[in-house]
DNA sequence: CGCAGCCTTGAGCAGTATCAAAGTCGGTGG
DNA sequence: CCACCGACTTTGATACTGCTCAAGGCTGCG
C-alpha cells in the first residue's frame, strides 16, 4: 500500500484529535482501501509497516484471550490513528484489528511517518504526548476493570460508545458490547434489559438509544 | 530539587532498561534523597515538574478508587523511571507514588529531561518506544484484568513479584497484595494458604517464597 | 419456507466479597 | 524484662454477583 499524501500531512491534526470532526473533501483525498464489515486489517502477531486512518467507519482492536474469548480494547472510530502503537514499538502487532462496520481507511508507511516524525519537532511532542496520556488513561481503565462491578462497566461503556456512535444509537451487537464490557452475553443483555426497565435507555432491535446520560453516568461513578 | 546530572547522562540507559542491573558507584553519584516506607513521592493531580529515578528501594503506583479501595497499577523498583508518563502529557498526575520500603531517588528536572530529548534523536526514539511497547503491555494487562480469575491473577502477581524482588522472598503486606492482585485481602490469604499447601510457595510470616515456578505459570496460564 | 445466526430467558452453581471475630507479631512504655 | 497495645493477618460463616449451561424465540436471507 503506498502512503495517502494528504493524511500524512494531517497527522498532526489527527494525533492531537483536532481532526475528529473534519470531513475530507473525497474530491482532493481518494481514500486508499475500502473493507467490508468483519473484515481484518491487521492481526496478533503481524509486522506493522504502517498505520490506518480511518476515513470513515468503526474498528475495534480487541485480545484474544483465553478459550478464544475476546476483549475489547479500544473501538477506534472515523478521524482515529490505528496501529501506531505496535508500530512505534518495533513489535508485533500484539492485538486485532476487526472492522465493526463497512470503513475506508488511508495508510502511511512507516518509513513516511518516521520521516515526518524527524523533521517536525512538533509533532514529535504530540506523539510522546498522545502516547504518555494514552498511558494514563490505561491506568484509569485498569482501575475501572478490577475495582467497578460489571453493572456500572456496563453503563460505563454506554457512555462511550454514545461518544463513538456521536449520540446516534448504539448498534452493537451483544456479544461485541459483553466482550467490550468485558463479562458473559447474557449479563450484558439482562442489564440492558434493566436499564430499559428504569428507563435509561430505549431499544429497537439491536440498537440502543441513550434516554438519560446522567443516571447512567452516576451508575458508572457509584459502587 | 536539582537534577542529578550524572542520571540525566544515563537516562537513555535507564528508559531501554539496560540500566536494571547496574550499581551505581556512590562516591561519583549523590543520591537526590531518601524517602522512608509509606512517605508519598507525589500524588494525584499534582504538577509534574520531572521525573524520578529509582536508586534504590521499592515504589507502589496506585489509583485510588471508590471507597478508598486503592488498585496497585504498578511496582517501580531499583533502576526504573518514575512519573514520565504524566510529565510527558502535560498532564497533572493521576495516580499516587507511595514507597513500598526505604527508597533513595534521583530527580531530573523536567526543562533539563526536555532539553536532551530534543538534541538527542536516539533517546527521542527510545521515548517513544518505550511509551509505545508499554501501551501494548497495558492491553494485555487489562485482558487480564476482564478475563482471568483471581485465582489466575494471583498466581501472576507472584511472577512478576519474584522479578521485582529479584528472586528473594516477596515481602510486602497481605492488602498490598490484594490491591496488587485487585480482590479482597482475604481472598489472597485463602489462595496463599492454597498455594502453600498444594507446595507451590512457601510463606514466612509475610514473607513468600516462590517454590515451584512453571506450576504457578501454567496456573497463571490456565483458564 | 426453512435455516443460521443472533438474541433472550431461566435455573443452578461457583467464585468472591463482605462481615465478624479471633489470633499473631513487633514495638513501646512502665 | 514483661505486659500491653495496635496493626496486621488469619479463619469462619454467609450472601451475592455474575458465569455457565440449556432451551426457546426472533429475524433476515437464500
Given at each position: 500500500?503506498?502512503?495517502?499524501?494528504?493524511?500524512?500531512?494531517?497527522?498532526?491534526?489527527?494525533?492531537?484529535?483536532?481532526?475528529?470532526?473534519?470531513?475530507?473533501?473525497?474530491?482532493?483525498?481518494?481514500?486508499?482501501?475500502?473493507?467490508?464489515?468483519?473484515?481484518?486489517?491487521?492481526?496478533?502477531?503481524?509486522?506493522?509497516?504502517?498505520?490506518?486512518?480511518?476515513?470513515?467507519?468503526?474498528?475495534?482492536?480487541?485480545?484474544?484471550?483465553?478459550?478464544?474469548k475476546?476483549?475489547?480494547?479500544?473501538?477506534?472510530?472515523?478521524?482515529?490513528?490505528?496501529?501506531?502503537?505496535?508500530?512505534?514499538?518495533?513489535?508485533?502487532?500484539?492485538?486485532?484489528?476487526?472492522?465493526?462496520?463497512?470503513?475506508?481507511?488511508?495508510?502511511?508507511?512507516?518509513?513516511?511517518?518516521?520521516?515526518?516524525?524527524?523533521?517536525?519537532?512538533?509533532?514529535?511532542?504530540?506523539?510522546?504526548?498522545?502516547?504518555?496520556?494514552?498511558?494514563?488513561?490505561?491506568?484509569?481503565?485498569?482501575?475501572?476493570?478490577?475495582?467497578?462491578?460489571?453493572?456500572?462497566?456496563?453503563?460505563?461503556?454506554?457512555?462511550?460508545?454514545?461518544?463513538?456512535?456521536?449520540?446516534?444509537?448504539?448498534?452493537l451487537s451483544r456479544d461485541d458490547l459483553a466482550n467490550y464490557v468485558g463479562t458473559a452475553t447474557e449479563t450484558v443483555i439482562r442489564l440492558l434489559?434493566?436499564?430499559?426497565?428504569?428507563?435509561?435507555?430505549?431499544?429497537?432491535?439491536?440498537?440502543?438509544?441513550?434516554?438519560?446520560?446522567?443516571?447512567?453516568?452516576?451508575?458508572?461513578?457509584?459502587?
Amino acid at each position: 500500500m503506498v502512503t495517502c499524501s494528504h493524511c500524512l500531512s494531517e497527522i498532526e491534526k489527527i494525533l492531537s484529535g483536532a481532526h475528529n470532526a473534519i470531513v475530507l473533501d473525497p474530491h482532493i483525498h481518494n481514500k486508499n482501501s475500502e473493507y467490508k464489515k468483519g473484515e481484518i486489517l491487521f492481526s496478533e502477531g503481524g509486522i506493522p509497516r504502517g498505520v490506518f486512518y480511518i476515513h470513515s467507519g468503526l474498528i475495534k482492536i480487541i485480545k484474544s484471550g483465553n478459550e478464544g474469548k475476546e476483549q475489547i480494547i479500544e473501538i477506534a472510530k472515523t478521524g482515529d490513528l490505528v496501529g501506531f502503537r505496535a508500530m512505534l514499538s518495533d513489535k508485533t502487532y500484539n492485538v486485532d484489528g476487526v472492522m465493526l462496520e463497512d470503513t475506508s481507511v488511508c495508510y502511511i508507511q512507516k518509513s513516511d511517518f518516521m520521516q515526518e516524525i524527524n523533521l517536525n519537532e512538533q509533532l514529535r511532542n504530540t506523539v510522546i504526548r498522545v502516547l504518555s496520556k494514552e498511558l494514563q488513561d490505561r491506568a484509569d481503565l485498569l482501575t475501572t476493570m478490577a475495582q467497578k462491578t460489571v453493572r456500572q462497566r456496563s453503563a460505563l461503556a454506554l457512555i462511550l460508545l454514545d461518544d463513538i456512535y456521536k449520540g446516534n444509537p448504539i448498534n452493537l451487537s451483544r456479544d461485541d458490547l459483553a466482550n467490550y464490557v468485558g463479562t458473559a452475553t447474557e449479563t450484558v443483555i439482562r442489564l440492558l434489559r434493566e436499564f430499559k426497565k428504569d428507563g435509561l435507555v430505549g431499544i429497537q432491535g439491536r440498537k440502543i438509544t441513550i434516554l438519560e446520560m446522567n443516571r447512567l453516568i452516576e451508575i458508572s461513578k457509584l459502587i
